[in-house]
């Protein structure tokens, strides 16, 4: 029999990609199905990255590029990071990935050891447990629920640190809850960490563009713990480029260079056609940004104004990215014929197969008892998909 090393057979799927699938095939089969599941902009991109990437072509940008990326795309990058972080990288700091996601792996995997503790405030984004799974790090979840706006307080992190600690990854603005920390809440944090400084901060920033409340702070932005802060940012979210995989690190250089050296390894570099789409989207114009940026906040006013509108959910006023996540426990125990709705899991299958609504269940995020949807989609699309919502929740009993 083939062996499948217990590395990957310990591994999840990834939920959200897995929902999309579903969602997918049920579309296939003739369903008509409105699909929250996935997280990414529903824009197409940007006209001037598209014809930056057919130029790259000709120009012949397809070689291997630097492993960490082309100099020209992370001197676009630290240039980017110093006007809206307020940060100096030097261009070495900056290791380009395939998408956010392998960049903030290649962290994860150049910082962790086997058994070193590694905390995540939950809700959290379905990938980073599987991370620190695959380097065999150990999981500290923080639970914050919707009664504290899904974000951690000083005094819950002071608790979850111990000697073993050895990073913590934070999301700001969340997937999946949009919450978003505030400098000053950001500064207390910080505090506490000062008194760590064996602990590494991954601070997940993708959805940095996506924010509506008019002012952002970056983690890397706090000279106490500069040092130590890998930012993960990247194109998938700000610009429409989820397919073209191209994310970074802005990490303190021996961070930058094991991931470097792990990358060297794993994949030579990312795509060079989409490093020079990168680039283009960093040095051109801006307005898509803002443009999309204003689209999603319009969209987020309509999905809480219907989803407020829903008997027996509770939800926040997410500040940022576009997810919304609602509880929905005063739905378990209730039945539909013969089912019964036990769990958030339950009800994402419920309103998948009976209302044909992909969302996917607050379980994968680590944090049971609420759902995500995602509203990166029209408002056609999110009208009729809650109106579907709630007709199926009015159906249970
Ligand atoms: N972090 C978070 C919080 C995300 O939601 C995503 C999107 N999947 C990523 C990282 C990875 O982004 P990318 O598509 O660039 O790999
Ligand atoms: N960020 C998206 C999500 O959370 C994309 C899918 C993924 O990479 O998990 O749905």
Known sequence: MIQISERVTNLSQSQTLAMSQKSAELKAQGVDVINLSVGEPDFNTPDHIKAAAKQAIDDNFTFYTPVAGYMSLRKAIAAN???INGVDYAPEQIVVGNGAKQALCNAVLSIVNPGDEVIIPTPAWVSYVEMVKLAEGVNVLVPAGIDQDFKITPAQLREALTERTRLIILCSPSNPTGSV????????????????????????????????????????????????????NGVSKAYAMTGWRIGFIAAPLPVA??????????????S??????????????????????????????????????????????????FYLFPKVESYFGKKFGDKTIANDSDLAMYLLEEGHVATVSGEAFCLPGYIRLSYATSDDNIREAMRRIASALAKLK
């Not at 443009?291 to 829903?310: H, P």
């Open 257 to 270: 260079k094991a991931a470097t050296k792990l990358q060297s390894q794993y994949t030579s570099n990312p």
């Open 181 to 232: 920390y505030t400098r000053a809440e950001l500064q207390a944090l910080v505090d506490v960490l000062k008194d760590y400084p064996k602990v590494t901060v991954i601070a997940d920033e993708i959805y940095q563009h996506i924010n509506f409340t008019g002012s952002f702070t970056s983690l890397g932005a706090f000279p106490e713990i500069a040092d130590r802060v890998v930012v993960v």
């Open 81 to 83: 990071l110093k006007e």
């Open 272 to 321: 060079s056609v989409a490093q020079k789409a990168a680039e283009a989207a960093y040095t051109g114009s801006q307005e898509c940004v803002e443009e999309m940026r204003k689209a999603f906040e319009r969209r987020r006013d309509l999905v809480v104004s219907l989803a407020r509108e829903i008997p027996g959910i509770e939800v926040n006023v997410p500040q940022g990215a």
